[in-house]
């Protein structure tokens, strides 16, 4: 992953969390408020001191001292009192500590509901829809005298910073009259045969100066994107579309592009125009998934029962899976006979078998989509996983 990666919720922080362990580990989730009335109103800082309530209540019935929850929950009631915080909100804040890691609080494009934990884990359920969800995707804009790439989703939108090879060669591709030829470009109103004319060796030789500049896009592209993972989407006049596709190594180029000369566009157009587009991607792959795991019900490929589902999810064996929105199963896993135990009900000594499932459906590659349960692939059961193998 770039260096300049925008996702709001690294992967790597996040596999931290998934990794931490302790006697308690604080996990909060609260909505925040946007609108300027709400904020004056204080309306999230009463909804963070209730959480702090919960958990207070929490560690006591767990027979933590008072001294030690105060000193554990002190970096938390700070943030009560900082301005910043409440004044330039997101939709949603997270925030995690426990007595071995300082605090951390998360700014989140998510609309969280209100909940409070003090477990031997961190809860991370309500993070997992910004991996699956939000869209991740690159977006190059190109002519033949500008290029810019963009790293977004949904929610975010940032330019990265290509290496100059590709701009800073140039010259060198098409020749010292580089210049007068982007003119040429420019004037040409989006026709092919309006990109190259009147100089140099002819419009054979012009349309392979602009192949050799395109390789050196694709190749400053493709090194820039380690984690080859997000579909790269074009935006341009159309007559480079096949000039570029002819050139491309990167192994996700969406089929679309963001037809036009995109130079003097505004961010929030880039953005929007550039997600319009793509949308549809993020949600075809959703519905591949859903329809193979119907396609193949009746086969060992697929799995509704959770008995089956954890034990794969833990080890690696889930492709996709399928969450229906609603309350968390609680129980427990023997990792020494890969069986699991239901529980009536949440305890101290338990865990969540549907976060269980899906984070480690996550840290192991898999896909994890939340669902209305009328949306469910197999609606009679919470949970359908379709395997590996």
Request: glycine share 6%; net charge negative; proline share 6%.
């Amino acid at each position: 992953m770039p260096s300049e990666s925008i996702h709001p919720f690294p992967r790597p922080a996040f596999e931290n969390l998934a990794k931490h362990r302790a006697d308690y580990c604080v996990s909060i989730y609260l909505p925040m408020d946007l609108q300027g009335r709400e904020q004056n109103k204080h309306l999230a800082q009463a909804k963070l001191k209730q959480c702090l309530k919960e958990v207070q209540t929490e560690l006591s019935e767990k027979n933590v001292t008072a001294e030690a929850i105060t000193g554990l929950l002190r970096p938390v009631e700070s943030l009560l009192s900082n301005v910043e915080l409440w004044r330039n909100p997101s939709e949603g804040l997270a925030i995690f500590l426990s007595p071995e890691m300082d605090m951390q609080y998360h700014l989140l494009p998510l609309e969280f509901e209100q909940q409070a934990y003090a477990d031997r884990h961190f809860h991370l359920i309500p993070i997992l829809p910004l991996f699956h969800t939000d869209g991740r995707y690159y977006l190059l804009e190109l002519s033949q005298d500008y290029i810019s790439l963009y790293e977004a989703s949904r929610n975010e939108f940032r330019k990265l910073h290509l290496e100059q090879e590709a701009p800073g060669q140039l010259e060198d591709a098409v020749g010292y009259d580089f210049e007068e030829k982007q003119l040429q470009f420019r004037s040409g109103q989006g026709s092919q045969a309006g990109m190259f004319h009147g100089h140099g060796a002819g419009k054979d030789d012009e349309l392979k100066e602009l192949i050799t500049f395109l390789r050196m896009v694709d190749k400053s592209v493709t090194s820039k994107i380690t984690d080859k993972t997000a579909p790269l989407m074009l935006s341009c006049v159309d007559e480079l579309v096949p000039l570029y596709n002819q050139v491309n190594t990167y192994p996700l180029l969406y089929e679309n592009h963001v037809s036009g000369d995109p130079e003097f566009k505004k961010d929030d157009q880039r953005h929007r125009e550039s997600w319009e587009a793509i949308a549809p991607y993020f949600t075809k792959t959703r519905e591949e998934k859903s329809t193979a795991f119907r396609e193949m019900f009746h086969t060992q490929k697929v799995a509704v029962a959770l008995e089956d589902i954890v034990p794969a999810a833990i080890n690696g064996k889930v492709d996709t899976l399928f969450v229906a929105k609603g309350p968390a199963i609680y129980g427990s896993f023997d990792e020494k006979n890969n069986t699991i135990g239901v529980d009536k009900e949440k305890s101290h000594g338990n865990t969540s078998l549907t976060e269980l499932a899906a984070v480690n459906t996550f840290l192991q590659g898999g896909r994890v989509y939340f669902l209305p349960a009328e949306e469910m692939p197999d609606k009679e059961t919470p949970i359908n996983a379709l395997l590996r193998y």
